[in-house]
Each structure stands twice: as C-alpha cells, then as structure tokens.
C-alpha cells in the first residue's frame, strides 16, 4: 500500500509539444501517476497534434476537482506570462520539476521574445521556491541550480525516459547518400547547441581525413534567424551536397537517421541533460561530446568526452580517430550499451517514485 494510492497529482507545464524530451516524460508521468489516482497535464501552450490529450489550464477547474490537500506538479524550463499567475491561485503545495533554464544570453542576439521568456522562466523558479514541498532534477548538474536558488529538499530522478520504445518504431526509407560515414547530431537547432561548430569541424572532417562523410543535424529549427544563419553557414563552407539539416522530423524519420548513423556528436556549451546522448546509446553509435553542463554526467564514461572549449580543428581529429579505430568503436559501443541500462523506463520510474517518497506521511 503506497500513500500515493487514491492521490490526484496533476502536472503543469509551458509548451506541450509532440516529440519534445520534455513533453515525452511528463507523459510517462502521467502514466505512472494514473496508476494511483487521477493526474491530468496541462499547459499554457498546446501543439494542435497534442490538444485534446493536454489540457489547456484554462480548462483546470472543469478537469481537477478541488482536494483537501493538493499536490501540483510543476515543470520548468522556460517561462511564459501565464503560468506564474495560474499557479498562484492553485490550492495547496507544488513539486516543481527543473529541466533547466537556458541562460538567455544565448539567444539575446537571435530572438529578444525567446531570450525574456527565459529570464522569465528564472524569476518563476525564484518565485516558487517558498510553495515547493521537493524540486526534483533532471541532473547533479541542475539540482546545484536548485541549491542556489534556495530550494530544498531536492532530489534527482524528474525525467522518466522510454527511449527503449525507438527500437520497435519500423523506421522511414532515407533517400540520402550512403557511401562514406554519417555523421549525426540530434538536438533544435539553438544557438547552445553549437551546431556552428559541429559544421566547422566537419569541414575540417571533410577537407583532411574523411572527404566522402555526411553530416545530419537532426532537430527542429524553432528560431528563423538562427536557422537562417546555420544555413547560410553550410552554404559558405560548401558544404550544401554533403550537409542535411532536417527541421522537425517525424520519429520513424530520426530512427532511420540513428540506425544510419556511424559517429554521434555533441558540441553544446550548455545542457541540463541532453536525451538524445541516451538515444544515441540504445542504438550503439559511438559518441563523441564536448564536456559542458550535464553531458559529462549524462554520458557517463560512455563516449570520447573532450574539454569543453574543443574547436573545430581538435573536434574533427577526434571525429575521425574514432572513425578509424574499429577496435575503439566497439569498446564504446559496450560502454553505452552498460550506461543506457541506467535509463530505462523502469529505472526512470523507479528514481521517480524513490524522489515522491520524501512526501509520504
């Protein structure tokens, strides 16, 4: 008898969108909750292939019955001018959930709206703090956030992943070359992510060690003007024919470019987490990251991890040592296949549901 059963705990987010990391986990979690009680998601903003399914939280009161003692689930990694003034007339305690709010001073110069809705997301995390009954994280990495903002208890175990469902998707027909390796990068295409300086190195990939490769920067493009520039960029190095820069794919899309893929990388300069590192595992593609933020903690001894302030020239010298070093691919392989184990849906679950237990009675 667990003292979550017969216990409604909804969940409130920003966006709720299909395919998004985050959206894709508080869906787990709604799952796991509904296994106690009642939990419904609602958001401040809904993609229309979602509605329905995600409630707006304008229609809160018609779906979440009051309680005596009511507990809300929060998720933060962005702010919006909605959610602050919801919570607020909400009953009872929050559990905030913290994905990580990206500084805003990596798209200040791309997209002002974008860049306040973050410092937004800051001030809401501050303006929580003294509701919040646990603050869960996605990471060490992020719970030190948590820590400095105050918050306590807090507890790592916010994200519950099913990645392990990728492998039974049956996978879309690729018309793209196959005659030297792929190269994959999968994440939107933001300024953090540094897909600038995976090109840079690519180039430098193409031009001294492996000039048959193909680069796939797999993600949405959600910022016009930085995707704009990324674009310009490839052209610029002459790099169109061998460059494919997806824009937001359907799933069966991204399994076929994981199952294609022969070297998976990372360049960010900032991640909380980074789930597509775990996807790159369940498909055994050696990875090579850049050691910033989370990723350190996220690939866990999984992958080639270089400084984080590697440059195009060093990055592709490790691309291609890895490329060529059939021994050493293998040895990442079982790596990752050892580090996934830590994320199955199960695991998730069970960190999850280890983290509530600081509320029981």
Same mark, same amino acid.
């Given at each position: 008898?667990?003292?979550?059963?017969?216990?409604?705990?909804?969940?409130?987010?920003? *966006?709720? &969108? =299909?395919?998004?990391?985050?959206?894709?986990?508080?869906?787990?979690?709604?799952?796991?909750? %509904? *296994?106690?009680?009642?939990?419904?998601?609602?958001?401040?903003?809904?993609?229309?292939? @979602?509605?329905?399914?995600?409630?707006? +939280?304008?229609?809160?009161? /018609?779906?979440?019955?009051?309680?005596?003692?009511?507990?809300?689930?929060?998720?933060?990694?962005?702010?919006?001018?909605? @959610?602050?003034?919801? #919570?607020? /007339?909400?009953?009872?305690?929050?559990?905030?959930?913290?994905?990580?709010?990206?500084?805003?001073?990596?798209?200040?110069?791309?997209?002002?709206?974008?860049?306040?809705?973050?410092?937004?997301?800051?001030?809401?995390?501050? &303006?929580?703090?003294? /509701?919040? #009954?646990?603050?869960?994280?996605?990471?060490?990495?992020?719970?030190?956030?948590?820590?400095?903002?105050?918050?306590?208890?807090? /507890?790592?175990?916010?994200? +519950?992943?099913?990645?392990?469902?990728?492998?039974?998707?049956?996978?879309?027909?690729?018309?793209?070359?196959?005659?030297?390796?792929?190269?994959?990068?999968?994440?939107?295409?933001? =300024?953090?992510? %540094?897909?600038?300086?995976?090109?840079?190195?690519?180039?430098?990939?193409?031009?001294?060690?492996?000039?048959?490769?193909?680069?796939?920067?797999?993600?949405?493009? %959600?910022?016009?003007?930085?995707a704009d520039a990324i674009s310009r960029y490839v052209d610029r190095l002459g790099l169109a024919s061998k460059v494919t820069v997806t824009g937001h794919i359907p799933e069966a899309e991204l399994v076929a470019w994981y199952r294609r893929a022969d070297l998976f990388?990372?360049?960010?300069?900032?991640?909380?987490?980074?789930? =597509?590192?775990?996807?790159?595992?369940?498909?055994?593609?050696?990875?090579?990251? !850049?050691?910033?933020?989370?990723?350190?903690?996220?690939?866990?001894?999984?992958?080639? @991890?270089? =400084?984080?302030?590697?440059?195009?020239?060093?990055?592709?010298? #490790?691309?291609?040592?890895?490329?060529?070093?059939?021994? &050493?691919?293998?040895? @990442? !392989?079982?790596?990752?296949?050892?580090? %996934?184990? &830590?994320f199955t849906a199960e695991a998730c679950r069970r960190r999850f549901l280890e983290a509530l237990d600081d509320l029981a009675p």
């Amino acid at each position: 008898m667990s003292w979550l059963d017969g216990r409604s705990i909804h969940q409130v987010m920003v *966006t709720a &969108a =299909p395919g998004d990391a985050i959206t894709n986990s508080v869906m787990e979690i709604r799952s796991l909750l %509904r *296994t106690y009680g009642k939990s419904e998601v609602f958001a401040c903003n809904i993609h229309s292939e @979602l509605l329905g399914d995600v409630l707006s +939280i304008s229609d809160y009161d /018609r779906h979440a019955p009051a309680e005596e003692q009511p507990l809300t689930l929060v998720h933060l990694s962005m702010g919006d001018d909605h @959610l602050l003034p919801f #919570v607020s /007339r909400l009953a009872g305690a929050l559990i905030v959930s913290y994905h990580n709010i990206t500084p805003s001073s990596y798209f200040a110069p791309w997209d002002a709206s974008t860049a306040r809705l973050l410092e937004l997301g800051r001030r809401s995390l501050e &303006a929580l703090r003294d /509701r919040t #009954v646990l603050a869960l994280a996605d990471s060490s990495f992020n719970a030190a956030d948590l820590h400095d903002a105050g918050y306590s208890p807090v /507890r790592v175990g916010g994200l +519950i992943l099913g990645v392990e469902r990728l492998l039974e998707l049956e996978p879309a027909r690729l018309n793209a070359p196959v005659d030297g390796p792929t190269i994959l990068s999968v994440g939107q295409i933001y =300024p953090h992510k %540094r897909p600038d300086l995976i090109l840079a190195a690519f180039h430098e990939l193409v031009a001294r060690h492996r000039p048959g490769a193909h680069l796939v920067l797999a993600g949405s493009s %959600r910022l016009p003007g930085y995707a704009d520039a990324i674009s310009r960029y490839v052209d610029r190095l002459g790099l169109a024919s061998k460059v494919t820069v997806t824009g937001h794919i359907p799933e069966a899309e991204l399994v076929a470019w994981y199952r294609r893929a022969d070297l998976f990388v990372v360049a960010s300069a900032h991640e909380g987490f980074c789930v =597509p590192l775990i996807e790159a595992m369940q498909f055994d593609i050696p990875i090579v990251a !850049r050691a910033n933020g989370a990723i350190p903690e996220t690939l866990g001894g999984a992958g080639v @991890l270089v =400084p984080g302030d590697t440059g195009p020239s060093t990055l592709a010298a #490790v691309m291609a040592a890895v490329l060529d070093d059939d021994p &050493a691919r293998d040895a @990442l !392989r079982a790596r990752g296949r050892e580090r %996934r184990s &830590a994320f199955t849906a199960e695991a998730c679950r069970r960190r999850f549901l280890e983290a509530l237990d600081d509320l029981a009675p």
